[in-house]
């Protein structure tokens, strides 16, 4: 899959942010118009990132189709391209080594994930570049602060600022060296 734009992850991120999943509306803190938003969109349909459903009466229409409108939500590929875990997948039983592969998810992960969500509501509007942070940090791989600053175009004492900025909003961070990869930063519990 090609390399996801900033502007895909935003997207992406506000979508997984939301409740039902739906795309629209764009987040606040994109400028785009008119014949971007479609091209945009329609790369990450393209992609398989996003997917286009019948919309219910409380759902913005992407386009109308037949008289019916259609919204888009975001896909199982899509929060897996930005590092968030499809809730209720199993792994594919075809392949025999499948489930020695994936680990199920403990109890505390769960219990951290939700946490971590309702931490984020409370401190970040989705879309934001601080929201975006967030979904690095939670990744199991994590992130490094050149990762950071590459996907939020922050100089480098901005992106350690809004670590700051995180950890002082309850928000427990850790910092570990890897071979490779040098300081690499992930969000690992919620503080109370």
Partial sequence: MSKLTDTHLVILSTAAGRDDGTVLPLAASLKLKGGAVTATLNSLLKKGLLAEVPATPDQAAWRQENDRPLT???????RAAIGVEVEGTEPDQSDPDASAQTEPPSPSRDALETSIREKVAALSTAGTK???MVILLCRK????LDELVAETRWQPHTTRAALTRLRQK??????TVEDGR???YRILEASE
């Fill in 130 to 132: 601080q929201a975006l």
């Fill in 182 to 184: 040098g300081s690499v």
């Fill in 72 to 78: 888009l939500l975001i896909s199982d590929a899509g």
């Fill in 170 to 175: 309850g928000i427990s961070i850790s910092r």
């Fill in 141 to 144: 791989e994590g992130a490094t």
